[in-house]
């Protein structure tokens, strides 16, 4: 089967997430342990490739630390800031964009090289599972049903 590597890394995620109705077919069962194995394998490979640049971490907790000092966690949370508090927040981010703005270029080759890379196309040995023994997914899930099921439907045959 040819999938991009954006596909794999979208399947597995899908596949390791999604909540379904009860019962599940043990075929079904059997698939998604085994294409999580799979794709497990080729997202270990990328990584591999793609290291994240020397201070990659160091600058993101920086950021998350700014961002918890004034608590935010949505784009909400930001726009209900006072103008003070947004104009002091920014200033923080602004400060530290420019202490890591040797990290923040590399970072954005970095993002156009791996994205390049997960364009591309590959044959992958999925395993596939009949329609008939596949579950109904459940409304609880961070993503929509029918969001999930173009993901899944790439390894289900009729």
């Known amino acids: 089967m040819k999938l991009t590597r954006f596909e794999i890394m979208e399947l597995n995620q899908v596949l ?18 085994q294409n999580l194995k799979i794709t497990k394998q080729e997202i270990d ?13 160091e600058y993101k907790n920086k950021r998350v ?3 918890n000092k004034f608590n935010i966690k949505s784009d909400k949370d930001l726009f209900e800031l006072s103008d003070e508090a947004k104009a002091e927040y920014w200033t923080e981010i602004s400060a530290l964009d420019v202490e890591y703005k040797v990290l923040i270029e590399e970072l954005k080759v970095y993002e156009a090289e791996r994205m390049d890379f997960l364009k591309e196309s590959i044959d992958i040995d999925l395993k596939s599972v009949r329609l008939a023994d596949c579950p109904t997914i459940s409304e609880n899930n961070n993503y929509n049903d029918w969001d999930i099921w173009n993901v ?7």
């Open 152 to 158: 899944i439907e790439k390894i289900v045959e009729e």
């Open 65 to 67: 630390d700014i961002q």
């Open 16 to 33: 390791s997430t999604t909540n379904y109705v009860m019962p599940i077919k043990p075929q079904y069962r059997y698939m998604v342990t």
């Open 45 to 57: 490979a990328i990584n591999e490739a793609f290291p994240l640049p020397s201070g990659t971490e």
